[in-house]
């Protein structure tokens, strides 16, 4: 009798110290001692800093799929903090991208009804396009980017995808937490309080990555 198939792998990226943190820390978490990065749940889910900017997210990336049995098989869900972009925004809103951009292009995202139906749970959901940047947002920079159609930044997940998508189709996803927003940057008294509340959004939202990655069809495979 054949054994069952091994779950299709999830690859968690994030690219700061206090988003690997919030991630380790998350409900349904189960340690993993032979993942150096740290085991996130089930032993097909797994956790990957790759540092900060895009060179080092695209280098992490590249070095990660380089491993994979199946050429696509692994799904990527880059996540962590970013810049809200929309007035009204608040820290600790979660952005579920439909693409991701920057100069190299653009990445449709999977799933991402799914993702936004799960994730309304933890808080308010904005979905749209996911800019990638080299530097942090602040004022007029924050609104030239949002005049592009973007409604967040961060500087990894447009890269991240990139690189995931190149190697091979594959599912691909990018949930980001509002850190700081037009009315809450981050230079502004009331920061930390921002910071504390995305963090704690982030630390609980771990359970909807799975189900997205339950759900998944891979008719690509």
Same mark, same amino acid.
């Given at each position: 009798?054949?054994?069952?198939?091994?779950?299709?792998?999830?690859?968690?990226?994030?690219?700061?110290?206090?988003?690997?943190?919030?991630?380790?820390?998350?409900?349904?978490?189960?340690?993993?001692?032979?993942?150096?990065?740290?085991?996130?749940?089930?032993?097909?889910?797994?956790?990957?800093?790759?540092?900060?900017?895009?060179?080092?997210?695209?280098?992490?990336?590249? +070095?990660?799929?380089?491993?994979?049995?199946?050429?696509?098989?692994?799904?990527?869900?880059?996540?962590?903090?970013?810049? *809200?972009?929309?007035?009204?925004?608040?820290? *600790?809103?979660?952005?579920?991208?439909?693409?991701?951009?920057?100069?190299?292009?653009?990445?449709?995202?999977?799933?991402?009804?799914?993702?936004?139906?799960?994730?309304?749970?933890?808080?308010?959901?904005?979905?749209?396009?996911?800019?990638?940047?080299?530097?942090?947002? +602040?004022?007029?920079?924050?609104?030239?980017?949002?005049?592009?159609?973007?409604?967040?930044?961060?500087?990894?997940?447009?890269?991240?995808?990139?690189?995931?998508?190149?190697?091979?189709?594959?599912?691909?996803?990018?949930?980001?937490?509002?850190?700081?927003?037009?009315?809450?940057?981050?230079?502004?008294? *009331?920061?930390?309080?921002?910071?504390?509340?995305?963090?704690?959004?982030?630390? *609980?939202?771990?359970?909807?990555?799975?189900?997205?990655?339950?759900?998944?069809?891979?008719?690509?495979?």
């Amino acid at each position: 009798m054949a054994s069952p198939a091994a779950p299709d792998p999830l690859l968690l990226t994030c690219a700061l110290g206090i988003e690997h943190l919030a991630l380790r820390r998350g409900p349904g978490r189960r340690p993993g001692p032979d993942d150096p990065n740290g085991g996130t749940g089930p032993e097909n889910v797994r956790l990957l800093r790759t540092g900060m900017g895009a060179q080092a997210a695209r280098r992490a990336m590249t +070095r990660a799929l380089a491993r994979e049995t199946v050429p696509g098989g692994t799904a990527v869900l880059a996540t962590g903090f970013c810049a *809200g972009l929309v007035p009204g925004m608040r820290p *600790g809103d979660l952005v579920v991208a439909a693409e991701t951009r920057d100069p190299h292009g653009h990445t449709p995202c999977t799933g991402t009804e799914l993702l936004t139906t799960e994730l309304s749970r933890y808080g308010t959901v904005h979905v749209g396009p996911l800019a990638g940047t080299d530097h942090v947002v +602040r004022g007029q920079a924050r609104a030239a980017l949002h005049e592009t159609g973007a409604i967040a930044a961060d500087m990894e997940s447009a890269a991240t995808l990139h690189a995931a998508a190149g190697t091979a189709r594959r599912p691909v996803a990018a949930v980001r937490v509002v850190v700081d927003a037009p009315g809450h940057e981050l230079i502004r008294i *009331g920061t930390l309080r921002g910071g504390i509340s995305a963090f704690r959004v982030l630390r *609980g939202v771990l359970p909807a990555f799975l189900e997205w990655h339950r759900s998944l069809l891979l008719p690509w495979r």
